[in-house]
């Protein structure tokens, strides 16, 4: 009995399988023969009566026959043929046969896709049609409306255009004729070939018409303008060289022959009406043309800019040799006071070579300028670089020359330290006595001694002849350190002798109750005669924070009070 139960469950639940799964496929095919309906009720036939407005011969005749052959093949073959295919699908789909049903449908669908776009592509074809019969009729007059202004303007400015006149004829001729062209092809319903007439007549008229704008301003250029410029760059050739100007290598009177050669190359692009060519070539004609003028401009600044200088680059280097003389005799009077290093002789060496390979260059140009065999800008480029040398050796004798001021400077400022140097520790000295220390520790003693040495090893250097200033520098740096140290060392002494003396005092009061506080106490008491101070007020401190904490803080207080 269980068994047969399960088996009815079975069953019930394969039936509402099968259910749904026929529901979807049946949806699939309802959504297909939607679409075949909707294919069939296109209105082609509409569409193609469109066309029998038109003229019904040749290219049109044609088309629209291929067109008609196409929808019967549709509408009597391929769309019955689906209606087959969709019965035969609903057939396998009531049999449970679905991987049979899911293959038709998915070919129904290719036939669908491939059908729609045959009727998309002669619905395409039909307007393209239609709409190039309208855009004919339209766009032909306004372009015979441009051929007559074209035409018109041609004929008053004929003499505009030169020799060219006779080519603009003849491409409006040309157009004339397609035009004739046009008319036959629309008679004979070939709308798309005369679709493509129209196209190229537009471009070809308009090409006219943007020559006919060019042609008048270059044939101005070319046989006007261009050879007035090239006979003003001859001239001021010319004039140039009678005046004295070396101009060989810019080779004017050949570059003139060759773009006259080229002007007239270029006027017979234009009369054949070939106006892209004469531009790009008139562009490069005149681009040279620029750098004629400006080759010929930069030989006159250059010029210009020598006769300026040239004298008072004279007096610049001249005014440097007498520096270096000068820097010369210095050096030989600081060498009798001062220790001159290696690097200083070597700055010397240094500017006497720069200064004979810019005197032996200025000698050259100068030389140059006079037999007058070499371009004015390269002899003005040559006479800027030698002024940008001699400025730079003008830098360098400066330098030098302060680096050699700087020698009696620091000897000035190292007496005035030592002076104070020497001052700061009498001073140092004298509050040492006035603060009645019992005595002072060996190692402070050994430092009054090295402040003494470092001072007198100051002096020492300062009476050298000649004087080593880099080697005095030393001394006073090591002098100054001591003679800080040994004003520090001094604060701190006083304050531990004072601080130690009040912390015994102040401590007498426990050494009675505190057995520890009397020892420390006597510890330190101890140190302070053999004049340890700091060790003195490190072990009566200790002693009292140990019963008193914060005694020394009160202690220091006190002092600072004082």
């Given at each position: 009995?269980?068994?047969?139960i399960?088996?009815?469950i079975?069953?019930?639940?394969?039936f509402?399988l099968g259910?749904?799964?026929k529901k979807?496929y049946?949806?699939?095919m309802?959504?297909l023969e939607a679409?075949?309906?909707?294919?069939?009720?296109?209105p082609i036939?509409?569409?193609?009566s469109?066309?029998k407005q038109?003229n019904?011969?040749g290219q049109t005749e044609?088309?629209?026959e291929?067109?008609?052959?196409q929808?019967d093949d549709?509408?009597t073959v391929?769309?019955?043929d689906?209606?087959?295919?969709?019965f035969d699908?609903?057939e396998?789909?009531?049999?449970y046969?679905?991987k049979?049903?899911k293959?038709t449908?998915?070919?129904i669908?290719?036939k669908l896709?491939?059908?729609?776009?045959e009727?998309?592509?002669?619905?395409e074809?039909?307007?393209?049609?239609?709409?190039s019969?309208?855009?004919?009729?339209?766009?032909?007059?306004?372009l015979?409306?441009l051929?007559?202004e074209?035409?018109?303007?041609l004929?008053?400015?004929?003499h505009?255009f030169g020799?060219?006149?006779?080519?603009?004829?003849?491409?409006l001729e040309?157009?004339t004729?397609?035009?004739?062209?046009?008319?036959?092809?629309t008679e004979?319903g070939?709308?798309?070939e005369?679709r493509?007439?129209?196209l190229g007549?537009?471009?070809?008229?308009i090409?006219?018409?943007?020559?006919?704008?060019?042609i008048?301003?270059?044939?101005i250029?070319?046989q006007?303008?261009?050879p007035a410029?090239?006979?003003?760059?001859?001239?001021?050739?010319?004039e140039?060289t009678e005046k004295?100007y070396?101009?060989?290598?810019?080779?004017?009177e050949?570059?003139i022959e060759?773009?006259?050669?080229?002007?007239?190359?270029?006027?017979?692009l234009i009369?054949?009406?070939?106006?892209?060519?004469?531009?790009?070539?008139i562009?490069?004609v005149?681009?040279?043309?620029?750098?004629?003028?400006?080759?010929?401009?930069?030989?006159?600044?250059a010029?210009h800019?020598?006769?300026?200088?040239?004298?008072?680059?004279?007096?610049?280097l001249s005014s440097v040799l007498e520096e270096?003389?000068?820097l010369?005799n210095e050096v030989?009077h600081v060498q009798e006071s001062?220790?001159?290093t290696?690097s200083d002789f070597?700055?010397?060496?240094?500017?006497?070579?720069q200064?004979a390979?810019v005197?032996k260059h200025?000698?050259?140009?100068?030389?140059?300028i006079?037999?007058?065999?070499?371009?004015?800008?390269?002899l003005?480029e040559?006479?800027?670089?030698?002024?940008?040398h001699i400025?730079?050796i003008?830098?360098e004798?400066?330098?030098f020359g302060?680096?050699?001021q700087?020698?009696?400077k620091d000897?000035f400022?190292?007496?005035?330290?030592?002076?104070?140097?020497?001052?700061?520790v009498?001073?140092t000295?004298?509050l040492?006595?006035?603060?009645n220390?019992?005595?002072l520790?060996?190692?402070?003693?050994y430092?009054v001694e090295d402040?003494n040495?470092s001072?007198?090893?100051?002096?020492?250097q300062?009476q050298?002849?000649?004087?080593?200033v880099?080697?005095?520098?030393?001394?006073?740096?090591i002098a100054?350190?001591t003679?800080?140290k040994l004003?520090n060392?001094?604060?701190?002494?006083?304050?531990?002798?004072?601080?130690?003396?009040?912390?015994?005092q102040?401590?007498?009061?426990?050494?009675?109750?505190?057995?520890?506080?009397?020892?420390?106490l006597?510890?330190?008491e101890?140190?302070?005669r053999?004049y340890?101070?700091?060790?003195?007020?490190?072990?009566?401190a200790?002693?009292?924070?140990?019963?008193?904490?914060?005694?020394?803080k009160?202690?220091?207080?006190t002092?600072v009070k004082?």
């Open positions: 009995m269980t068994y047969f399960g088996f009815i079975l069953l019930l639940a394969l509402v259910y749904f799964i979807k049946f949806k699939e309802d959504r679409w075949k309906i909707d294919l069939f009720n296109r036939l509409d569409e193609m469109k066309v038109l019904m011969t044609e088309l629209f291929g067109w008609r052959n929808w549709i509408v391929k769309l019955p689906l209606e087959e295919m969709l699908a609903e396998f789909i009531d049999k046969r679905f049979k049903a293959t449908q998915q070919e669908e290719d896709q491939s059908t729609e776009a009727i998309n592509k002669i619905v074809e039909l307007h393209e049609l239609v709409g019969e309208e855009k004919n009729r339209t766009e032909i007059e306004q015979k409306e051929y007559r074209t035409k018109k303007t004929l008053a400015h004929r505009s020799k060219s006149e006779k080519y603009l004829e003849a491409q040309d157009v004729k397609k035009f004739h062209e046009f008319d036959e092809k004979q070939n709308y798309l005369a493509e007439l129209v007549i537009h471009d070809q008229l090409k006219v018409k943007n020559n006919m704008a060019d008048p301003q270059l044939l250029e070319c006007s303008l261009i410029q090239l006979s003003d760059i001859l001239d001021g050739y010319r140039m004295g070396y101009l060989s290598h810019i080779q004017v050949n570059e060759g773009l006259q050669e080229k002007l007239v190359e270029y006027l017979g009369e054949e009406t070939k106006i892209e060519e004469a531009l790009e070539g562009g490069e005149k681009e040279r043309i620029d750098i004629l003028f400006d080759l010929l401009e930069k030989e006159v600044n010029k800019f020598i006769l300026q200088n040239e004298k008072g680059m004279s007096g610049l270096h003389d000068h010369s030989k001062y220790h001159l290696e070597e700055i010397q060496r240094h500017l006497e070579k200064l390979t005197t200025y000698d050259i140009l100068m030389e140059k006079n037999i007058n065999e070499t371009a004015l800008t390269i003005c040559e006479l800027k670089e030698i002024k940008t400025e730079m003008q830098e004798q400066e330098n302060l680096k050699l700087a020698l009696r000897e400022e190292a007496r005035e330290t030592l002076r104070e140097l020497t001052k700061k009498g001073e000295i004298r040492v006595s006035k603060s220390i019992p005595g520790p060996e190692d402070y003693k430092l402040t040495e001072i007198q090893n100051v002096k020492l300062l050298e002849k000649p004087l080593n880099s080697a005095l520098t030393q001394y006073l740096e100054v350190l003679v800080e004003s060392t001094t604060l701190e002494l006083i304050e531990n002798v004072l601080l130690a003396e009040k912390a015994i102040y401590g007498n009061r426990y050494r009675s109750q505190f057995p520890s506080v009397a020892k420390g006597s510890d330190a101890n140190a302070f053999h340890e101070y700091q060790e003195a007020l490190e072990q009566a200790a002693s009292l924070e140990s019963i008193d904490p914060g005694a020394l009160k202690i220091k207080a002092v004082q």
